[in-house]
């Protein structure tokens, strides 16, 4: 039911993300989404170690509501700004 609810909520951009920001690669990550603020709060410490393990440098974390059009977005390629194709799923988090 906890899924059913945050997969409506996020269809209006409702639902909350982690949202983290590296200088190094200079990435942006999405994870979620979540029904509430409290449980991305409580996610996004294990999120933020497992990019310091892969060497990420520079991290900036924010937990708000959106609607992520992509849920990694590079700007390191050398076409500029691009979205890779990504996917992610654990029902942990519900």
């Known amino acids: ?3 059913f609810l945050t997969n409506f909520l996020n269809i209006f951009g409702l639902a909350w993300w982690v949202e ?3 200088e190094n690669p200079r990435c942006t990550y999405y994870f979620g989404p979540f029904l509430s603020e409290k449980a991305a709060q409580t996610s996004r ?3 933020v170690e497992d990019l310091e393990h892969e060497g990420a ?3 900036i974390v924010s ?3 959106c609607k992520p059009a992509s849920l990694t977005i590079s700007e390191d390629l050398s076409e500029g700004r691009s979205k890779l194709g990504v ?3 654990l029902s942990s988090q519900f």
Do not use: D, F, L
């Open 57 to 59: 440098q520079g991290i």
């Open 87 to 89: 996917t992610r799923a």
């Open 1 to 3: 039911m906890k899924e």
């Open 45 to 47: 410490s294990g999120y």
């Open 63 to 65: 937990v708000k509501r």
């Open 20 to 22: 983290v920001v590296t």
